[in-house]
DNA sequence: CTGAAAGCGCTTACAG
DNA sequence: CTGAAAGCGCTTACAG
């Protein structure tokens, strides 16, 4: 776990070499304009000859600063989730940030671990995309340490941060009314996690949509799994067991959506045919889906520029007040439903 | 891009909190089993009481040492790569390394600036998945600095370091050698970049078997085009404006094989039935395609792993010896071809 | 415009 | 088993 280097090359050998102070050295690394051409042209060269290396690590412990920004999501593997890392990390490189990620692996444990060496290497800023069921007080171990944090994706409900997510329970109406308008009244909502904000407001908008139309839910229909291929799967397979089966489909996202696919196959039935499908995230394989999936775009890639932006904002003022941000999904219709 | 945060809690103000001198706590802070039990519960308490947070860049400095690993990707977006980076991130977490990610998204320049980066910020090694044309002279600086470095899924030929990737030229010979079964002669091979290695391997797989089976290529099916969606699309309808149109098509990779199903269709080909296709890597989309697609599985998270395995065994070892771990593929019949 | 000295928060020999 | 002091590689006032 640790490693013992070859002895670097340090600002005072370059100081000495050059015949200048380390402080003027230290001057010209950072390109203060207060030291002479001359003067840096002969230090940039020693440097050069020397091949030295900029101590980062070293000036941030001296300057009580830092330019690393820890970044926390849950799954890689998730494309809503790798999407979103796109866009922070562009984001953050372009700023001049350096990126510390952490995978928590959807687990409670590994995120407070992640958590704390975040800390510990004296991160200058967090996103964090939380475990569902995350506790408030966790994440408040940030704001006691001062650092600026940003929530994204799943929002905390009783952690004060600038948060950046997407309306569920608008997009989760919109394909909800598309489903009911084309005629159907059994329509089940199968995956995503019971206790996390965005199935509860995904929850919300399908209620609301029901209500509108003067339908009502049969609770047999919503059955919760991971927001995994997997968990689509097996959701459906339950649903199907149902005497009374639905008609349409609408799923936590696009990955339930797919095993919702292939558990319908599996059964003898036919999906975008026999049983409509809405999915939730539109992610780029989407449309080339058995059949194209019917949708609702989320935008995961400006989430994550806009998480970025907003801590960026918080780091570099000091007066910041809370923001939150929330973008406006689409529905995006296409064969199977 | 700076930030000053409040005051840490030091480990001084800990030792004198518990009484002892800073040392003692330095022990205790690391466990050594040196310190008794007594003064240990002391030092913790304070420790909890004070809300002490260690702080690990302060200890790498001093004890030159270094927790961090480096991992440079070429693009998260490529669902490759992200299962990759999760083999990876997954091991070194749990060998207890934080990683710093740096995405070059497939640009030279930005992938020096990382490694000086990364550098400066002193990692204790380097995962990289290099730019293709990257030169043995950007990469040697790492040597040069006595970093532990291995690289992954593609080769860099003048490069003396671990490697680990996949058997692209099996894959591919395995890929032609089933569209030649099935008795078609004219076989296009659409996507990937000329100059990376993982495309000249798969060239030479897809040669060997038109050879072997007494074939010849016609070099206008032969498109290449980034490894994405976008190039598959305008690579197929490249190779279709020509006057004697391939009867079956080998893919770069499945992302690209996406795009070509969608040119296909666009240019009222029916692919699967009309045209045989095959693709490579087996992404775990790849079944649900339309039609579910033929495809070679590269193990990605394997990949990851392995590479993650070799760079703790240069950390921890100071004598290692050169390795390059070459993985096997398999090929996956499904309904494209 | 440049230099000498102190200090960021730790760890590391060295004594005891 | 514990303490006093030096030092990792920088930056930061303070002088000049």
Redesign the interface.
């Known amino acids: 776990?640790?490693?013992?280097?070859?002895k670097?090359v340090t600002l005072q050998e370059v100081a000495k070499h050059a015949g200048v102070s380390t402080a003027t050295a230290s001057l010209v690394v950072r390109n203060n304009p207060r030291i002479s051409d001359k003067t840096r042209k002969i230090v940039m060269n020693s440097m050069k000859e020397l091949?030295y290396?900029?101590?980062?690590?070293?000036a941030?412990?001296r300057?009580?600063?830092?330019?690393?920004v820890g970044?926390i999501i849950t799954d890689?593997?998730n494309?809503f989730i790798?999407?979103f890392?796109?866009g922070v990390?562009?984001t953050l490189?372009e700023?001049?940030?350096?990126?510390?990620?952490?995978?928590s692996?959807d687990s409670l444990a590994?995120q407070d671990h992640l958590l704390?060496?975040?800390?510990?290497?004296?991160v200058?800023?967090l996103i964090l995309d939380p475990v569902s069921g995350s506790n408030a007080e966790t994440v408040n171990r940030l704001n006691?340490?001062?650092?600026?944090m940003v929530l994204a994706v799943r929002e905390l409900p009783e952690v004060k941060s600038d948060y950046v997510g997407i309306n569920y329970r608008k997009g989760s109406l919109m394909a909800t009314n598309h489903l009911i308008d084309k005629g159907h009244k059994r329509i089940a909502f199968l995956g995503g996690v019971r206790t996390s904000s965005t199935w509860i407001e995904r929850m919300d908008g399908y209620q609301y949509a029901h209500d509108n139309a003067g339908l009502i839910i049969d609770n047999n229909l919503v059955v919760d799994s991971p927001p995994t291929?997997e968990g689509g799967l097996e959701a459906v397979l339950q649903v199907l067991r149902n005497p009374d089966p639905p008609t349409a489909i609408f799923c936590f996202n696009d990955l339930v959506a797919?095993g919702v696919?292939?558990g319908l196959r599996k059964e003898g039935f036919n999906p975008g045919q026999d049983i409509d499908i809405v999915g939730f995230d539109n992610i780029?394989?989407s449309?080339?889906?058995?059949?194209?999936l019917t949708t609702v775009s989320s935008f995961p890639r400006l989430t994550g520029i806009e998480a970025a932006k907003l801590l960026h904002q918080q780091?570099?003022n000091d007066s910041h007040e809370q923001q939150r941000l929330i973008l406006e999904p689409e529905l995006i219709v296409r064969e199977s439903a």
């Not at 776990?1 to 070859?6: G, T």
């Not at 290396?53 to 070293?58: E, H, M, S």
């Not at 300057?63 to 690393?68: A, D, E, I, P």
């Open positions: 776990m640790k490693h013992p280097k070859k670097r091949g290396v900029y101590d980062r690590v070293a941030n412990l300057s009580q600063s830092s330019n690393t970044v890689i593997s494309k790798s999407e890392l796109v990390h562009e490189e700023v001049g940030y350096t990126v510390l990620l952490g995978t692996f590994k704390s060496t975040m800390l510990e290497h004296r200058g800023g006691q340490m001062n650092t600026p291929r797919f696919m292939q780029p394989e449309d080339v889906y058995h059949p194209p780091m570099s």
